[in-house]
């Protein structure tokens, strides 16, 4: 005996299989589901990367003018410092004049450094222009993401 026969003589009857509209509708929502759930995750990806890379660059180029005036202060302080002090000696003796200029000049070396080092001054002094721009920190941040997976 089969089974259907089975089910038939119980007095139960099996559903009626889906029509073709009913499978359509099934698996159009199915799709849907699937492609706006992956639209939404990228969505949020690229969101996240806009706004980091917004606040990277809103939080870095304050910073980033700051280290460039203080380049040219100490370039500044140093180029009077010289001046000042060849205008102030009296008589004039090249070799403590140059012991001195390049004890200053070590000086001015070691706070260059220093800004490049930690401060982070990529060796341009115009505050026009500006290491961490938007497509910058976006294009970093893209890649962090692709590296992370």
């Known amino acids: 005996m089969s089974r259907r026969e089975v089910h038939v003589e119980r007095g139960e009857y099996l559903p009626p299989p889906p029509s073709k509209c009913a499978k359509v509708l099934y698996y159009t929502w199915k799709l849907c589901s699937v492609v706006f759930s992956h639209f939404v995750m990228i969505s949020l990806v690229v ?14 180029a304050e910073h980033e003018k700051e280290v460039k005036k203080n380049i040219s202060h100490i370039r500044s302080n140093t180029t009077q410092s010289i001046w000042t002090m060849t205008r102030t000696v009296p008589l004039f003796n090249q070799t403590n ?3 001195e200029v390049v004890d200053m000049l070590k000086d001015f070396e070691n706070a260059i450094l220093l800004e490049m080092k930690v401060r982070g001054w990529d060796g341009n002094e115009s505050t026009e222009h500006i290491q961490w721009t938007f497509s910058g920190a976006l294009f970093y941040s893209i890649i962090v993401i692709t590296t992370i997976d």
């Open 47 to 60: 969101a996240y990367c806009i706004l980091g890379a917004i606040t990277f660059v809103e939080l870095e």
């Open 97 to 99: 004049w140059t012991c």
